[in-house]
């Protein structure tokens, strides 16, 4: 008994509860919007939305569409890292939808127009993605403005901008841009083998490589000076500046590298060659917003996003089984929404069970 | 001309409705990035009534009804930000972001669920209602009357006039500037806060019926482009004061309009500048206009920060 208390009270067992609990939540809600549309229908189409793959026959075809969405988990991981740097240091990044946008503009251009091969478009679209960062981060520093508002309004942007820049590399008769394959074989990033242990060949190198960039953002927060500057000047700007940091510096540089994360991000996913761009959309990319769903749900944590990213990644591919004559497409959106805002009560679920521990021990 | 005049006071109304609503909210110390998402729901509520209300009913009796809609719809989602950042002190720049884009998913489940309901095979998000559209205008001349203009320039003097000079707005803005000493006075901060956050929610609200009926269907999986936070750069802009705010908007709502209407205007027709330019407009003049006027900021002092009894 005494074992499972000192458990409970570990920060780390807490957000995993409080974000279970969240996911719970979210999922009950969205269950019961089911079934105030469709009462017959409802348990089914909860289920078929959280198998996502597993409503394939198990075997192959379930592991390569397990790979699928573990192809879109890997940009999600990206955004999510994106938000969750900057926010360790007091910034809301939601410009990293338009960030996503940029990199995944530049990195198609880099290799539709310019050939280049595939390395070079991650690092160029990481470079437009830091150059948003920095204005938003410029704009914050010296001029006061709120990262939140000039975030959106760049997103705008980069969106519009993204969308002339394509429009030179599109399939003449659809609306989407060319397809790698044929168009800039050099930029579709390699598999070294992963492709065959999924039998998908959009299975590429950016799984682990995301995972190895969410496991490097843990240990420049954690464990450098660097990255202790930063949280500082996160927890107190005055301070910070007292104690000798360059505050201004360290405001730009978070945004640039949250800028650069989406970017990547966004690289990832278009190289390898799963999707194609589609030029005109008026939406900006939900990518970036999922992201902050997932860096809250992953308990503010870079290796907690892996996780989160890939459960939001699940259900959003799950709403392909979703019954689309009896449901709405919107409904996983709707529990992702749900669980964002519950996340919003994580400090007050966690008071709960500090207190309920506290209880306990009276 | 005419129509470039329209659309600038159409726009501008918008904006000049959404952005009183973001000043009342921060006044009350609470900062609603929810509006973007508020504006939707609203749009839903106007657009439901729009859409059902018979057509041979008065237009008075129509206009007043799809406001009431939209109003309703508003206060009740902004409930949600009230819920979250007045008694559970969540963060709310979370819980705006979580807002927007919870109403564009749960307006897209509702329409597409009572669109699935009429007809299985239409899967779309879009209310239609042209039918009684026309009871939201007055032709004058060339020049199409809306209804939401005179509703805007109605609420920038209620507003100025409900901040300044009674006592319940006063009361308001002391709650934004420096809660602790409110309520040392005997002033309900948690009250005054939930007023400024349902008033945000009855404008954001308006503005949003407003926006989507500028043409006689909406598709409500697109939101609403931005205009929330185009209404709160507006609000900067006009420094959280009713009167700057007005003039805002229309700078606002001209750049805006210029998209809609540049073809037929000879001058800008002859330029050739492609019409993505003038989509961008808005969001470009608006971070410039930003970058200028938030230096020398007239923010109230503790907006974004839960009241605490115990800091008193």
Do not use: E, K, N
């Given at each position: 008994m005494k074992e499972k208390k000192s458990f409970l009270d570990r920060p780390s067992v807490q957000a995993v509860l409080a974000a279970l609990i969240c996911i719970v939540l979210g999922v009950l809600i969205g269950f019961i919007v089911l079934l105030l549309i469709n009462p017959s229908e409802a348990f089914k189409g909860i289920c078929s939305i959280l198998k996502n793959y597993f409503n394939y026959p198990m075997g192959k075809i379930c592991v390569k569409y397990f790979g699928s969405t573990l192809v879109k988990t890997s940009p999600l991981i990206l955004c999510a890292l994106s938000v969750c740097f900057c926010y360790k240091v007091g910034l809301f990044n939601i410009g990293a939808a338009g960030q996503y946008a940029l990199g995944a503009g530049v990195a198609l251009f880099c290799g539709l127009s310019l050939k280049l091969p595939w390395f070079l478009c991650v690092v160029l679209s990481a470079a437009a993605g830091a150059l948003s960062g920095v204005l938003i981060g410029v704009l914050k520093a010296f001029r006061n403005v709120n990262e939140v508002i000039s975030g959106i309004m760049l997103n705008w942007i980069s969106l519009y901008c993204v969308n002339m820049l394509l429009a030179g590399v599109k399939e003449p008769t659809s609306p989407y841009t060319l397809k790698l394959q044929g168009h800039g074989n050099a930029a579709i990033l390699p598999s070294l083998g992963l492709d065959k242990l999924f039998s998908n060949d959009k299975v590429t190198i950016a799984i682990p490589l995301s995972i190895i960039i969410a496991i490097l953002v843990w240990f420049v927060l954690n464990k450098t000076e660097f990255g202790y500057e930063l949280v500082a000047t996160g927890y107190n700007k005055d301070a910070a500046k007292y104690a000798g940091m360059k505050e201004k510096k360290n405001i730009i540089v978070t945004l640039a590298i949250g800028g650069a994360l989406a970017a990547i991000g966004a690289s990832f996913f278009y190289l390898s060659g799963i999707a194609e761009w589609e030029v005109g959309q008026t939406s900006v990319p939900a990518m970036g917003f999922n992201g902050i769903a997932a860096t809250f749900l992953g308990g503010l944590n870079p290796i907690g996003t892996i996780f989160s990213s890939y459960f939001i990644q699940h259900i959003t591919d799950g709403a392909?089984?979703?019954?689309k004559t009896a449901f709405p497409s919107q409904i996983p959106d709707l529990i992702t929404a749900i669980i964002i805002y519950l996340c919003g009560f994580m400090g007050f679920i966690r008071t709960l069970l500090h207190s309920k521990k506290k209880g306990d021990n009276r | 001309m005419v129509l470039l005049l329209q659309y600038m006071l159409l726009f501008a109304s918008v904006l000049a409705l959404v952005a009183l609503g973001g000043c009342f909210s921060e006044h009350s110390g609470i900062i609603n990035l929810g509006l973007e998402g508020i504006m939707v729901v609203g749009a839903l509520g106007g657009a439901l009534v729009l859409k059902y209300m018979p057509v041979d009913v008065p237009s008075f009796i129509t206009v007043i009804v799809t406001l009431v809609g939209a109003i309703a719809f508003g206060m009740l989602y902004s409930a949600l930000l009230g819920v979250a950042a007045i008694h559970f002190n969540a963060d709310q720049t979370l819980i705006g972001t979580a807002m927007n884009m919870l109403a564009t998913a749960v307006s897209a489940v509702i329409v597409k669920a009572i669109n699935l309901s009429v007809d299985s095979s239409d899967v779309s998000s879009v209310v239609y209602y042209i039918d009684n559209r026309p009871d939201l205008t007055v032709q004058i001349g060339g020049f199409e009357f809306n209804w939401f203009m005179l509703v805007a320039v109605v609420a920038v003097i209620a507003a100025y006039v409900v901040l300044y000079k009674t006592r319940f707005g006063l009361r308001l803005m002391a709650c934004g500037e420096n809660p602790q000493a409110a309520n040392s006075v005997g002033i309900d901060v948690f009250k005054m806060r939930w007023a400024g956050v349902l008033i945000s929610g009855m404008l954001g609200g308006l503005g949003g019926i407003a926006y989507i009926t500028a043409g006689s269907s909406w598709t409500f999986e697109n939101g609403v482009a931005g205009y929330g936070f185009l209404a709160l750069a507006v609000m900067i802009f006009g420094q959280w004061k009713p009167h700057r705010i007005a003039l805002a908007a229309l700078l606002f709502g001209f750049f805006r309009s210029l998209g809609s209407v540049y073809s037929g205007i000879p001058l800008l027709a002859s330029m050739n500048i492609p019409s993505t330019v003038y989509n961008l407009l808005p969001y470009i003049i608006s971070l410039i206009v930003l970058a200028f006027s938030s230096k020398n900021s007239m923010a109230p002092k503790a907006e974004g920060i839960p009241y605490d009894k115990s800091t008193r």
């Open positions: 392909v089984f979703l019954d | -």
